[in-house]
């Protein structure tokens, strides 16, 4: 069974911290994305990746930062974490007629 | 600007009723449209998806309609159960775009026992 797996479920981090949301997908996908889901807005792509040291700006780029040493890994990054940075994060891999998602990280910045 | 618009934001329908989520998108260059149902607690799953050469698509009791004139496609849900209760995203992909999907904001759906 094909997998995307976020490393945390939930986290609380303190304004001002830096923050690692880390994300592996088993299936081999060239393409790895952010997105963040608050309510009313749907999923925005933060940023994504299509090869391994490879990033591109999603819609949402603002704060954030991405890391892709390996092509199976791919993290989000937040620099200065602030509380408009509360949200639910989630990470995708991507074939060609679809995504699969992992189960999404909630952070809390407070 | 949003490439892909999505309405209702939010549906109650009672068991057994037929629930409609409707998406609009822009871009003639898209040719793919999948539809993604997410539960609380879990990522989006790819649910049923139509390419623009067909008018419809049905997978058991979901059914997606396609207009390619009026760049429009809906998510029929037939007898719907309080187990289809869940978030519903429509998206769109164009080819030779790293796979890039455009999601709608979602369709909260409730369906009444």
């Known amino acids: 069974d094909v997998k995307v797996t976020q490393s945390s479920r939930y986290l609380v981090k303190r304004t001002g911290e830096k923050v690692f949301l880390e994300c592996v997908q088993d299936m081999d996908h060239e393409n790895m994305f952010w997105y963040r889901q608050d309510p009313g807005l749907g999923l925005r792509l933060i940023y994504f990746s299509y090869d391994v040291k490879m990033k591109e700006k999603g819609d949402i780029p603002e704060g954030y930062s991405v890391s892709r040493e390996k092509k199976e890994r791919f993290s989000l990054i937040l620099e200065s974490a602030s509380t408009n940075q509360t949200s639910m994060y989630l990470c995708?891999?991507?074939?060609?007629?679809?995504?699969?998602f992992g189960s999404g990280t909630r952070l809390t910045v407070v | 600007q949003q490439q892909v618009k999505q309405s209702p934001q939010s549906l109650i329908v009672q068991k057994g009723g037929i629930s409609i989520i409707n998406c609009a998108y822009e871009?003639?260059?898209?040719?793919?449209f999948p539809w993604y149902q997410q539960f609380p607690g879990k990522g989006p799953a790819l649910l049923i998806a139509?390419?623009?050469?067909?008018s419809e698509k049905k997978e058991g009791r979901f059914t997606i309609s396609f207009n390619k004139s009026a760049k429009q496609f809906s998510l029929h849900i037939m007898d719907s159960q309080p187990g289809d209760s869940a978030t519903y995203f429509c998206?769109?992909?164009?080819?030779?775009?790293?796979?890039?999907?455009?999601f709608g904001s979602g369709t909260k759906l409730n369906v009444k026992p």
């Open positions: 871009n003639t260059a898209f040719d793919y």
């Open positions: 139509i390419r623009p050469d067909v």
């Open positions: 995708a891999s991507s074939f060609r007629w679809g995504y699969t």
């Open positions: 998206a769109a992909s164009g080819s030779g775009n790293f796979n890039k999907f455009y």
